[in-house]
């Protein structure tokens, strides 16, 4: 056989074998991912064949104890300060350079002594509408705002998930908003998460995003929603992709604050040659107005380096940090009040702050939070979610929904707002979500941006409605 013939031969082959990738390349770009997970039972008791399963919706009052906060207020009063304080230029620092300022500590244990009120917090809460539904052997409670229509008609169901150190306290603002609109009807779902608030804990391992993304999915089909937008920040939103990888027959769309998708090396390089060379490697025009013409990956990676000791911890450790946290209230207070502070604060140096990101918010809406985590005994299951994500990631069972992206069906929003955790630019995020149709930038607002920015985060869920 010449030379030339086998070279032909050869470019034949290869013609083929570039045909049929190219053919299948194109054929998997356009199906829609496909996405399943295992169905789990997180209660103390597994039931039978036999055991009918309850589908009932009890409606709850969240309760009130006297003695559990004069328990609070005496552990308060005993708080033990470490000591000693440095000082700087011979006086106390009032700087956070070692964590919580001091100072701040002890304002917040006279208020919670002498002014906060916990009863009457309680009071306004069940002015709202509770409930609780088991699902997947745990009770989870949920709040429900429907619009003040007439019942039988057709309301868009919308689906708020929190994160952490977070509640279902988050998005009652803006709920409240919703209901008061003139444009739509709405049926306001806002539950607390499995193992946070008035939700049971899980008893058994595995209660990973993708689980909790399964249950809240049964939630809506119980409350007679086959169609609904699911809102969220932080765990928030990442359960919420996972609602929308998993049944995106089911998502009407998806609105989040917080992005977090899988990166991979080309990502990496991407952001380095954007960060190095010329941010329009990887920025478009208007995002390069808003980081000012310049991504700088440093000052995110000095931030989450000062900033993400917790995560290590919780994703490793969460019972032992907890026996702490769970026996201090003001121990709990200033852990959480922490994340408050700096993740809506992110632009401020944390050496020149003194828990400065506070001031975004009432101490009331703060300590608030913090009762809901105090009274419920819930802040080492809350920090569970870190360590079982991560054992989701490390068993390498659900790789392909943690690193695919969303079917190109679901229509996505996604609010950026300036002092939220990480800026990650829209050449990269349309990987994940193919389907981006609203694109927001907000020059204030932090991670908790429902909370600290109802008016602006209610303007875009309804601007982002009407696009669905």
Known sequence: MGLSRLNRIIAVIALIFAVVYGWNY??????????????????????????????SIKPF???????QVDDMIDRVRKTRFYEPQILVD???????????????????QDYLINTYDWKKTVQELNNFDHYKTNIAGLDIHFVRITHNSQRNEKK????????????????????RLLNSSTINNYDLIIPSLPG???????????????????????????????????????????IGTNIAQLYPGHVRGLLITMVAPALTWKHYIHLALAHYINPSILLDYDEQEYLGKRFDASQYLKFMWQEGGYFHLQATKPDTIGYALNDSPLGLATYILEKWSRWSNTQNDVDQSMNSGLDRFTLDQLLSNVMLYWTTGTITSSMRLYFEYFASISSGHNDKILNGPLAASVPVAILNFRNELAYLPRSIVRAKYPNIKLWVFHNSGGHFASIEKPQEYYRDVEKFLLQL
């Open 90 to 108: 011979n006086r106390n620092t009032n700087k956070s350079t070692y964590g919580f300022n001091r100072q701040t500590a002890e304002s917040i």
């Open 196 to 238: 946070y608030g008035y939700s049971d804990a899980p008893v058994r391992a595995g209660m990973s995003p993708i689980q909790i993304a399964r249950i809240m999915q049964s939630l809506m089909q119980r409350l007679g929603h086959s169609s609904y937008v699911v809102c969220g920040g932080d765990w928030g939103a990442i």
């Open 61 to 67: 009052k969240i309760p009130f104890e006297r003695s």
């Open 26 to 55: 194109l054929f998997d770009a356009r199906r829609p991912p496909c996405y399943t997970v295992d169905v789990k039972y997180f209660g103390a008791n597994i039931p039978s064949s036999n055991d009918v399963e309850d589908f």
């Open 156 to 175: 868009d169901a919308i689906l708020f998930l929190h994160g952490w150190p977070g509640s279902f306290l988050e998005y009652l603002d803006v709920a």
